[in-house]
């Protein structure tokens, strides 16, 4: 994940990174990112990465992760996030006002998903290594 950040500016320079490059880095993103602040945070900051990641999980196969996300997107108004990072945050905010929180998302992602997306993504990544500089 280092190596992947650095190549492409943390992010800045996303387009310089092949497609299975792109991929590991968004389901790695969205990997640090949960472990460390959770998903709120997550989407707070990078929700404008969450169709990259959302695609990134369906070429990678990962069902349970998907499954994860979708329940994600459920709980924004109309189940669908904006791709606006400004939107994102006022609907969160809005959101936590209102009792929404992530906190059973975030169970099921450490007790059903995370071992199974990591395993998934190492899989991924051992059958691409040609696309990894």
Do not use: W
């Amino acid at each position: 994940s280092t190596h992947l950040n650095e190549l492409c500016a943390y992010g800045e320079q996303i387009n310089i990174l092949s497609e299975p490059e792109r991929t590991v880095f968004y389901i790695n993103e969205f990997i640090e990112d949960v472990n460390s602040d959770g998903i709120s945070h997550y989407l707070y900051y990078r929700g404008d990465h969450f169709r990259k990641l959302f695609a990134s999980v369906i070429e990678m196969n990962c069902s349970c992760c998907l499954t994860l996300l979708n329940m994600i997107a459920k709980k924004f108004p109309r189940g669908k996030i904006p791709s606006n990072i400004e939107k994102i945050q006022n609907q969160l905010e809005s959101m936590a006002d209102h009792g929404v929180d992530f906190e059973a998302v975030e169970r099921i992602y450490y007790e059903q998903v995370e071992a199974e997306l990591v395993k998934t993504l190492l899989s991924y990544i051992m059958n691409h290594m040609d696309s990894f500089r």
